[in-house]
């Protein structure tokens, strides 16, 4: 590796940092975006969350999308490493390379097959939404007339924590979401989520849903997408006053980072067009949204560190909540 890429910037050198979700395109023949993986490592990020499909595209792509990921983490193994376990953090920091994790938003993705559950966690899908803003046949979306967990679902959520994967309930609706939290064994994540008390949108998440949350023991990393944190505001300062009311609502210990970071926004800005229904024009989403990126984070850290954020909270909202939620789920 270079100076440049072994560079990292204070305060973030010292501690682990692990942004819970970003977006890679899903097209499984099309690596050119890929190695622009790396920007997370030159941002200080250590571990990222990287989806392999939602519900709204057929499921068959993510099975494919997990299979080239994987090969790919393979034949870059001088930077990367694919985290299927806690000692994979562990080693990917200790080696400086940046350990990449699977998710699925959405379980249209299982194909009405509880076993698929298992599959994917087998290829690297370490945690998984209920549902992508629509209703499926496991729960409610935040978008539509959510009906709660149905009895598949419950049956979902106990497979999932059998083999280790995590639940999540971002974008999922919530009654569905607190039905979730109620039957859930082990903590329960929002992966990519802000208050809506700060930005009354249908995809961000009330106190409610965000005491229950904690309550399980689980974490709500802030989402970076500038339609949820203001209008179309993807400032840092916004940002962290994002983590900051979570923080002050149910204690540093339930928040972390996911800021959703899209890669190919030309790809996000089709699926806005050809996928009306899971992104209603009611919901007014801007024509060039603006979006967190990961260069932000130190600034991020440093802000908070300004706010009077101390080392070992500045910690575990920067990544230890994360590996801590880890520790308690996965297998």
Not at 65 to 89: C, F, N, P, T
Not at 240 to 248: K, L, P, T
Request: hydrophobic share 40%.
């Amino acid at each position: 590796m270079d100076k440049l890429d072994q560079q990292e910037t204070f305060p973030l050198a010292d501690m682990l940092v692990w942004d819970n979700h970003g977006c890679m395109p899903l097209r499984p023949r099309d690596e050119s975006f890929l190695p622009q993986l790396w920007r997370y490592k030159q941002s200080g990020v250590d571990v990222a969350s990287i989806n392999v499909g939602f519900d709204a595209v057929p499921w068959e792509n993510t099975v494919q999308m997990a299979a080239q990921l994987r090969r790919w983490l393979k034949q870059h193994g001088d930077r990367y490493i694919q985290v299927e376990s806690v000692a994979d953090i562990h080693r990917a920091r200790a080696e400086h390379k940046l350990g990449v994790i699977f998710d699925i938003e959405g379980a249209c993705s299982l194909n009405g097959l509880l076993p698929m559950v298992e599959l994917y966690y087998d290829l690297g899908v370490r945690w998984m939404l209920i549902a992508y803003n629509l209703n499926n046949d496991v729960g409610g979306g935040c978008k539509d007339d959510d009906q709660g967990l149905t009895p598949f679902g419950r049956d979902v959520i106990c497979e999932m924590e059998r083999v280790g994967m995590g639940v999540c309930c971002s974008h999922t609706g919530l009654k569905t979401a607190l039905e979730v939290m109620e039957m859930a064994a082990k903590p329960v994540i929002f992966s990519h989520s802000n208050p809506r008390a700060l930005k009354d949108h249908r995809r961000n998440i009330t106190d409610q849903a965000i005491r229950a949350c904690a309550a399980t023991g689980g974490v709500v990393g802030i989402n970076g997408i500038g339609d949820f944190l203001g209008d179309n505001d993807n400032s840092t300062g916004t940002f962290v006053r994002h983590i900051d009311y979570v923080a002050q609502l149910v204690g540093t210990d339930h928040v972390g980072i996911g800021i959703d970071y899209v890669f190919d926004m030309a790809e996000m800005e089709e699926y806005l067009r050809a996928n009306s229904n899971f992104f209603p024009a009611a919901d007014n989403y801007a024509q060039e949204q603006k979006i967190v990126a990961p260069e932000q984070m130190p600034e991020a850290a440093e802000l908070l560190q300004k706010m009077g954020y101390g080392d070992e909270d500045l910690r575990k909202i920067m990544g230890g909540n994360h590996l801590r939620v880890a520790e308690q789920v996965w297998r």
